[in-house]
């Protein structure tokens, strides 16, 4: 993957088909909205996030918390599409969370809900 620099201050990133600038804000919320991402979870989540953005082709340009969902700032190729990152950074982090975190398996089914 290259970057093409367009005499802006944004650049451009290319791979061998296309030329791209794709940027996604990305919202997800803890199932029922509950406000359980604060302190310890929420530091824990930041770091699970960064670990995986960078496995699935994913540029993290923003990160924002809040008690009850998470904003996220990506940018990514367009071939590979947004539905794999999400899916694969919610995924691991509801399983390494829940595993870490003996309150979240007892006050949810489930860490995220289904949408994004």
Request: proline content about 5%.
């Amino acid at each position: 993957m290259n970057s093409i620099d367009m005499g802006r201050k944004e650049q451009l990133k290319t791979n061998n088909n296309v030329v791209y600038s794709c940027k996604y804000h990305v919202i997800w919320c803890p199932k029922y909205r509950r406000p359980v991402l604060v302190d310890a979870v929420e530091k824990r989540l930041k770091t699970l996030i960064r670990q995986q953005a960078g496995k699935y082709r994913t540029d993290l340009l923003e990160m924002e918390m809040m008690p009850d969902h998470d904003h996220l700032l990506v940018e990514i190729d367009p071939q590979y599409g947004i539905h794999r990152p999400v899916k694969n950074i919610k995924g691991y982090s509801s399983r390494i969370l829940r595993r870490e975190v003996l309150s979240l398996r007892k006050r949810l089914p489930t860490l995220w809900t289904n949408r994004y």
